[in-house]
């Protein structure tokens, strides 16, 4: 099938929305077509290099909505016309991760950058002859995916598309941030470091939670204001304010959890993350930053004595085929508010402009939508 998607072909360098070939599904596979696909910050850690991936052209996007129109051989449980979305890490259910409960960290994550299926090692996806690696084996940057059954998760047909897409991984990591690894409880303070897309689903969860304080902290004013908005009773603008009103309003406690979901994560941040974390308290880092970078700083004696917890956070600890209806089922009733977080859409031709939108702090999700014109 000829279609067309949006390429990365070298770092540093825009989205080029060009004609790509999209094959046909093999075995274990299935073929979506595509209505709606997020715009997340990952994608753009492929541009930064902060990602690497096997090499180029890279078709980007990870984050999809969609309807079954091909099944492949040996697909049992996913009919012609479902509705869908792309779960970002793949959940095979039978490794020892998947068994022993950690679905979001199933082995199959180990090629999501290697551009090789699932099935059988080859590539689904040609631009110009040339093998095009497909971010998170997905590539929703394009009208068409054929993805391994292990990516795919069944939502309600009612479900809107542009809030659908989004569960696939921001929403999902944000909820799961704060319900399952930082582990909120009524009453406590918490503060949510970055309010983008993922941050913003935190803060809805850790509200949804019982949270009694949360402290917001973002430079984009805007963003602020849309974080009160969202639940946050206290808002700063970096972590040095944040550290002093936090101080300020707990009497010198801080936070019992402190959610870091910024666009990009720096190892220079981690001691004034833990500033804001009380004693026994736990910082989640679900951030990204350069996959090389091993330089952190932070005082590891209060660590130790005043015994608080660092942890790290991939996809919100979640279990896709579970937590994605679950997220949505809260939306459908009315407790989590994902159509408020998607503040433009896009065609696919404007994707390099939806991406300056998001990191000019215009936006808190900015969403592609396809067309006949796409299709």
Same mark, same amino acid.
């Given at each position: ?11 540093h360098q825009p989205w080029s929305v ?94 999501l950058l290697s551009g090789a299926s ?8 040609? +631009?110009? #002859?040339? %093998? *095009?690696?497909?971010?998170?084996? $997905?590539?929703?940057? =394009?009208?068409?995916? &054929? @993805? ?39 009453g406590e303070d918490v503060a949510i ?71 990009? +994560?720096? #190892?220079? %941040? *981690?001691?004034?993350?833990?500033? $804001?974390?009380?004693? =026994?308290?736990?910082? &989640? @880092? ?90």
């Amino acid at each position: 099938m000829r279609t067309k998607g949006a390429l990365l072909w070298d770092f540093h360098q825009p989205w080029s929305v060009e004609e790509i070939d999209i094959g046909d599904p093999r075995a274990g596979e299935v073929k979506v077509r595509l209505e709606t696909a997020g715009l997340c910050h990952s994608d753009h850690h492929l541009v930064t290099g902060d990602i690497p991936a096997a090499g180029f052209p890279i078709l980007g996007g990870h984050e999809g909505a969609g309807v079954v129109i091909e099944i492949g051989p040996g697909v049992h449980d996913l009919d012609v016309g479902d509705h869908v979305v792309m779960s970002f890490i793949p959940s095979c259910g039978t490794c020892p991760p998947c068994r022993s409960g950690l679905r979001n960290l199933c082995d199959l994550g180990a090629g999501l950058l290697s551009g090789a299926s699932v099935s059988d090692g080859t590539f689904r996806i040609q +631009a110009g #002859g040339t %093998d *095009v690696t497909a971010m998170s084996l $997905l590539g929703t940057f =394009a009208p068409y995916v &054929v @993805v391994h059954r292990s990516s795919v998760v069944p939502i309600d047909p009612a479900i809107p598309f542009e809030v659908a897409c989004l569960v696939g991984c921001g929403v999902t990591t944000g909820y799961g941030s704060a319900v399952h690894t930082a582990e909120v409880r009524p009453g406590e303070d918490v503060a949510i470091v970055g309010v983008g897309g993922v941050g913003t689903a935190a803060l809805q969860a850790t509200a949804l939670s019982g949270a009694r304080r949360i402290f917001a902290v973002d430079p984009v004013e805007w963003k602020r204001d849309q974080a009160r908005r969202f639940g946050a009773t206290h808002t700063y603008p970096d972590l040095v304010s944040a550290a002093t009103g936090i101080a300020e309003a707990t009497e010198g406690v801080m936070c019992r959890k402190v959610i870091v979901t910024v666009g990009r +994560a720096e #190892g220079a %941040d *981690v001691g004034s993350w833990l500033a $804001l974390t009380a004693k =026994a308290g736990t910082c &989640v @880092v679900t951030a990204m930053g350069n996959v090389l970078a091993n330089d952190v700083t932070m005082n590891v004696a209060l660590l130790t004595l005043l015994q608080k917890s660092l942890r790290g956070s991939i996809f919100g600890g979640a279990n896709p085929q579970h937590d994605i209806p679950e997220v949505l089922a809260l939306y459908r009733a009315g407790r989590l508010d994902l159509d408020g977080m998607v503040t433009r859409e896009y065609a696919l031709e404007q994707i390099n402009e939806g991406y300056r939108d998001m990191l000019e702090g215009r936006n808190i999700r900015g969403v592609i939508r396809f067309t006949d014109a796409d299709w």
